[in-house]
């Protein structure tokens, strides 16, 4: 089993920016997909995005056009670019790996890994 680390949450301005890191054990073009969910105060957690390894992607509706996954084979790293960044962007975002392909489907099945989480913070 892997171990995720998520960092660069932080406390940002609305319309701000933020870059989470997520890096994983072990190297990461051997995992078939890995996403970003996020659950807010007192919400179910919610999936964000995801990456698998036959190139597809998904985003949630509510970030679409604001945020971007993207992978560092290298640094066994995987990015969430999180642009124009509002109050409802507010939770712990968790990064998770799972043998399976990205697609709207994607969120209703269990996760095989998960970080602990890093908290973001939108507000003026």
């Known amino acids: 089993q892997v171990q995720l680390v998520e960092s660069g949450g932080g406390l940002v301005q609305p319309g701000g920016s933020l870059r989470l890191s997520c890096v994983i054990s072990g190297p990461i073009s051997e995992l078939y997909s890995i996403a970003w969910a996020r659950q807010a105060p007192g919400k179910e957690r919610e999936g964000v995005s995801c990456?698998?390894?036959?190139?597809?992607?998904y985003y949630a509706d509510s970030v679409k056009g604001r945020f971007t996954i993207s992978r560092d084979n290298a640094k066994n790293t995987v990015y969430l670019q999180m642009n124009s960044l509002q109050p409802k962007d507010t939770a712990v975002y968790y990064c998770a790996t799972a043998l399976r392909t990205c697609n709207s489907d994607y969120f209703n099945y269990g996760m095989d890994s998960w970080g602990k989480g890093t908290l973001v913070t939108i507000s003026s």
């Open positions: 990456s698998s390894i036959d190139g597809s992607t």
